[in-house]
């Protein structure tokens, strides 16, 4: 297959649902940066002649600014993302029949797009020890994961008609990550000089990559050949939490006191959660070594 020079990639169109989300604003500057043209859909009215108000549970308006602008490229980012949201029903609504809405709307384009990203979430794993790969049977233990694994189940229908990738991103945070989140909770501690902190279970590893290795992934992936897939998207890298509270203590130059609060521990939490990233090396090759915590610690703590 031929190779695209990257000049001729940057002429083209990207369409990202959920452009004004954290990682939207992130996407957007990336791709900006590297010439592409940037349109995308947001759920309030914007100023930004390039974002269009859209509500995704409505199909005829997805079509509509899809006719209008004709992109190369689509990521779809618009989702419930967080694990806790009170509102199940809405979780299954924005986050399925979303996504339905935007297949049904690309699917009546007069053109196949090169390629469309479709942003699950490794929340499908569920918990299981170890480091996962894509073989595994998932396993989701909340209307989060649930939500997004029955989303791939139906986006695999459009596999035949379209050329899509199915993503799971690990856990990653970054500036402008809302603060329930629990990096940006550490970090906001620190930055008002808090005394005390609550948290869950600190004796546990997780990934927390940086939102600049998650677009990066997007925009190698978005111009591979891979198609038909899905995908962890992730280090490998398990970082530990009273890791990131020590950094912190440096950062900020000075001792926080930790209370684990018992409501905020899962029940059968596991020690340790990692992606097998070997199939993503495989596609877009490795530089995840590119980005540290402390790094991505310092970026939010400074900013």
Request: glycine share 4%.
């Amino acid at each position: 297959m031929k190779e695209i020079k990257m000049e001729e990639r940057s002429k083209k169109k990207v369409f990202i649902t959920g452009i004004n989300g954290f990682t939207g604003l992130h996407l957007e500057k990336h791709l900006l940066e590297k010439g592409f043209e940037v349109f995308g859909t947001t759920f309030r009215k914007t100023d930004n002649p390039n974002h269009y108000p859209c509500d995704i549970l409505k199909e005829e308006r997805i079509s509509d600014i899809l006719v209008t602008i004709k992109p190369e490229y689509i990521i779809h980012l618009a989702a419930i993302s967080f694990v806790a949201s009170k509102d199940k029903q809405n979780i299954y609504n924005v986050n399925v029949f979303g996504t339905i809405n935007l297949l049904e709307a690309i699917n009546k384009l007069d053109y196949i797009p090169n390629k469309i990203l479709i942003a699950s979430s490794a929340a499908v794993y569920g918990n299981i020890e170890g480091e996962l790969d894509e073989t595994l049977c998932p396993q989701p233990v909340n209307h989060y994961g649930n939500s997004k694994l029955v989303m791939e189940n139906m986006t695999k229908a459009y596999f035949n008609s379209q050329n899509i990738i199915i993503t799971r991103p690990f856990n990653y945070t970054g500036v402008g990550q809302e603060s329930h989140f629990l990096v940006p909770k550490i970090v906001s501690h620190f930055k008002e000089k808090k005394a005390n902190i609550s948290l869950g279970n600190i004796d546990v590893y997780r990934e927390f990559n940086d939102v600049d290795y998650v677009i990066e992934c997007y925009t190698k992936l978005l111009i591979s050949n891979l198609k038909s897939d899905i995908i962890n998207v992730c280090s490998g890298k398990a970082v530990n939490i009273k890791y990131i509270i020590s950094a912190m203590e440096n950062l900020a130059n000075y001792k926080i006191n930790v209370n684990v609060n018992p409501d905020f521990i899962r029940k059968n939490e596991i020690k340790t959660l990692t992606g097998s990233n070997k199939k993503l090396i495989s596609v877009i090759g490795d530089f995840s070594n590119n980005y540290q915590i402390q790094n991505t610690l310092k970026k939010i703590y400074k900013h």
